[in-house]
C-alpha cells in the first residue's frame, strides 16, 4: 500500500465546493421564496441539498484515512492520536453549540438551546469513523457499515413507535423521534423532532465510513484509472442498491436512512471518481481554486457564516435587515423573488469567502 499519495487536488475542491453550497442553501434571501432544488426534500424524496450534508460525512471519512495513515506510518504513538481525535471532537462540537447560542440572539433563554446541528453531527461521525479506523483494517469498517446499516433498518421498520401501536416512519412520529423525546435535552429544531436524531446518528456514522472505504481505494496500489473507474462503479452499485431498497425504507434525509446512505454515499463516490479523473489524472483544474480555497478552512467558513448572518439576517438596519433590503431592491426592478433570494444567497457566499482567501493568502489553516 502507498501512503504517500500526491495532493488530491479534486479531493480538496470537493471539500470546499460542498461547505460552499452548504452555506449557499442555508442562507437565501428569503425562506418565503427559495427555488425548490434549494430547499431540502420535506419527508420523503431526494433534493439536490439534501446531497451536501452527505457528501461532506463522505469527505471526513476519506480525509480520515488520508491524515491518519500519514500519522501511523510516521510512528505516532496510538495513545497521542485518541487524544487528538478527542479534543478535535469536542472542539468542533463545542463550536457548533456556541453557534446554536448565537441563534437566540439578543435573548439567550438556554432552554430553547439546540443540543444538536450540523457541526455536533460532523464531531461525533468524525470520532467515530477515527477511533474505527486506528482498529480495525477496511474490511472491519466495510462489515462495521453494513452491520449498521442493517441494525438500524430492522429497528426502524420492525419496532412500533411507543404510544402508536405500530411501525410509523412519519415526521415526529417514529423511534427515533420518540429516542429523542426521552433522551435529547433542550429544544429540538421541529419542535417535536430532530433531523440530527440521537439515533440517526449511526447511520450518518456509516456515510463516513463510506468515505473510508474509498480512502484505502485511493492509498491501494492500483493504478489511478483503476481508482477512478472502481470509484464510479462502486458509486453506480451502492446508489442503484439504495434506491431499490428505498422501495421499502424509503429516502428520508431526516431520519437518515440506510437507503439515503448508500444513495448519497453511491453518488458522492461518482462524484469523487469524475473529480479525481478530470482533475488529478487528466490535469483539468481550471476553475478549482475557489473549492481548495474554501476546503483549506471549511469548518471555518462554515463557522464565519454563522457569525456573520447575524448581521446580514438579525440586526435591523432603519426597520429592515440587510437581507430584506436586498430583496426588496432587487424585486423593485422587475426580478422574481425566488431569483433575487439566489442572487443574494450567491453574494453571501461571496462574502463569506473574502476572510477565507485572505486566510489562504496567509497560509493559515485553522484546525478545531
Not at 504517500?4 to 418565503?32: C, H, Q, Y
Not at 471518481?273 to 476546503?295: N, S
Not at 436586498?326 to 462574502?351: D, Q
Request: hydrophobic share 55%.
Amino acid at each position: 500500500m502507498d501512503t504517500k499519495p500526491e495532493r488530491l487536488i479534486s479531493l480538496d475542491a470537493m471539500r470546499g465546493f460542498t461547505i460552499a453550497v452548504m452555506i449557499l442553501v442555508n442562507f437565501p434571501g428569503s425562506w418565503d421564496h427559495v427555488y425548490t432544488p434549494l430547499l431540502h426534500s420535506e419527508w420523503n424524496g431526494l433534493s439536490f441539498t439534501d446531497l451536501v450534508a452527505p457528501f461532506f460525512l463522505f469527505i471526513v471519512g476519506v480525509s480520515v484515512v488520508l491524515a491518519y495513515s500519514r500519522r501511523l506510518e510516521m510512528k505516532t504513538p496510538r495513545k497521542i492520536l485518541y487524544g487528538r481525535i478527542l479534543l478535535r471532537s469536542f472542539n468542533i462540537f463545542a463550536v457548533g453549540i456556541l453557534l446554536n447560542a448565537l441563534a437566540l440572539f439578543p435573548e439567550f433563554d438556554f432552554s430553547e438551546m439546540r443540543w444538536t446541528g450540523t457541526l455536533p453531527r460532523i464531531a461525533l461521525v468524525f470520532m467515530a469513523c477515527a477511533l474505527i479506523f486506528l482498529n480495525t483494517g477496511w474490511k472491519g469498517q466495510a462489515w462495521t457499515g453494513g452491520i449498521i446499516l442493517v441494525a438500524y433498518w430492522l429497528v426502524m421498520t420492525l419496532l412500533p413507535t411507543p404510544g402508536e401501536g405500530r411501525v410509523m416512519l412519519e415526521p415526529g412520529i417514529n423511534i427515533a423521534a420518540w429516542i429523542d423525546s426521552h433522551l435529547l435535552p433542550g429544544r429540538m429544531w421541529q419542535g417535536t423532532w430532530d433531523p440530527e436524531s440521537i439515533l440517526s446518528t449511526f447511520p450518518a456514522i456509516v456515510s463516513g465510513i463510506t468515505g473510508m472505504l474509498a480512502g484505502h481505494l485511493l492509498l491501494s496500489s492500483r493504478t489511478k484509472e483503476e481508482k477512478a473507474l472502481v470509484l464510479m462503479v462502486t458509486g453506480s452499485i451502492f446508489a442503484a442498491v439504495g434506491y431499490f431498497w428505498s422501495l421499502t425504507f424509503p429516502l428520508i434525509e431526516s431520519l437518515w436512512t440506510s437507503s439515503f446512505v448508500l444513495v448519497t454515499s453511491g453518488m458522492a463516490a461518482l462524484t469523487l471518481g469524475a473529480a479525481y479523473y478530470l482533475v488529478d489524472i487528466r490535469g483539468f483544474r481550471r476553475g478549482t481554486l475557489p473549492g481548495i480555497i474554501f476546503g483549506a478552512n471549511a469548518i471555518t467558513a462554515y463557522v464565519l457564516g454563522d457569525i456573520l448572518a447575524v448581521f446580514f439576517y438579525l440586526l435591523p438596519v432603519r426597520i429592515h435587515t440587510l437581507n430584506e433590503h436586498f430583496l426588496v431592491a432587487l424585486t423593485s426592478t422587475g426580478f422574481a423573488p425566488e431569483f433575487a433570494s439566489m442572487i443574494y444567497a450567491v453574494l453571501f457566499v461571496g462574502i463569506v469567502f473574502i476572510p477565507v482567501w485572505l486566510l489562504y493568502r496567509k497560509r493559515i489553516f485553522i484546525k478545531l
